[in-house]
Each structure stands twice: as C-alpha cells, then as structure tokens.
C-alpha cells in the first residue's frame, strides 16, 4: 500500500486521503519531493481498474444465479479478480517505501482504491445473488456507509475549526476492516463449515467500536470551553 508510512496508510477510511490533501499544500511537506507517476502509482491505478472488472464478472454470476444455472467458473474468476486487486495493494505499498516512489498522488489514490475495493465487494456480497441466503444483510452495509460518512464528516468539521486533522489510524479501524473482508470472503467462496452470521456479527461489533473511536478521537480535538 502506497502512503507515508505503514500505520497511516493502513487506516480503514479517507481521512489519509484528506489530510495529505490538506497538509501537503505546505512546501516542505516531504511528499512534494516526488510528485511524478511512479511504478507503485501505476500498480495503484491498476488495482483501481480491477474493480469494475471484478463487479461486472460477479453481476454476471448472480444472473446466472437468478436464470437458475449458476456458472461456477465466473465465481472464480470474481475471487481471482478480488484477490488479486487484494494482493496488489501490498505490492504497491513495498515498492514505494522501498524504491522512495512515494508520491503526493499515490498517497490519495491508494487508501482511495482501498476503499473503493472494499465497499465493491461489499455492495455485490449484499445485492448481487451468490446463492439461496448467500448475502449480507442491508442493515449491515448501511452502518458501514454511516461509519464512514461520521468520520468523514468529522474530518471536515475539525479542518474548518483547527485548520489541520491530526489523526492517526487506530487499531479497531484496522480490524474493521480486515472483518469486512473476511465477511465478504465467506460469501464469495461460500464457506458453509460456520453460519454466516457470525462473521457478519463480529464485522458489525468492530464497525460500531472503531465508529465510537474515531469519535471521540475527533471530539477530544475540539476547542474545550473554559469555566471560569
């Protein structure tokens, strides 16, 4: 994953996105030093094009699906697509800390196209049809929408009145995410050995947990009221 360093490019929204936008309008910001598109910005942009792919070939299956002759090879070939565009998010990242390719553009675009992976799979793991209750439920993906719309929202609230958005990716954020990824797997590859339910729980536990701490993350930044 292509950012500044490890932990902050890791972090399971955009507010690395937002802040680099902010941040690196100073001239000293360090990324300023390599602004030009490298080979980890390439990777980057073709993990974005994967994405599309990915959503069409599972749309397709779950026509096949709903036609009542389901085409196992395209959910395959949704799993390698979603996999690979997975796996080439490390790629990217080692090739820019290790080759200096860090650059202003990577550092949006990657936590970007992360979240444009994730909420792909998902989107189709709660509309497209994998199979009889082979979905997420729509409350689920909706308190994931509404996570992210609270720390975006907060984030823009903290420039306007502090002028930055010091904030560092916390570790429930991180699990968030790996959850709904895990999630998302076990409908794609149908994991039928655990009820469904139980991934889907624990995601929705870490969702409304790192929710909570971005929270209180951004409300201990606000300006606090003297009482004297």
Known sequence: MEGITPASSRTSF???????????????CPLKRNSSVTLATIITLIRLALIPI????AVKYGQSVDAGSAEEPLRWLAVAVYTLASALDGLDGWIARHF?????????????TDKALLMTGLITATFVNWGTDWHLPVW??????????????????LYRINKKVPIEPHWTGKVCTVTQMIATGWIMLKFDHVD?????????????WSGYEYFMMGYRQLPQKSCS
């Open 54 to 57: 990915f959503a069409w070939i």
């Open 14 to 28: 955009n507010s690395l996105a937002v802040t680099l936008r902010f941040n690196c309008r100073d001239p000293d």
């Open 100 to 112: 200096n390719q860090k650059s202003v553009t990577g550092a949006i675009l990657d936590p970007l």
């Open 140 to 157: 689920f993906i909706v308190l994931v929408i509404a996570r992210d719309l609270e720390i975006i929202g907060g984030i823009l609230i």
């Open 196 to 208: 469904l339910i139980f991934p889907t729980i624990l995601a929705t536990f870490f969702n409304i």
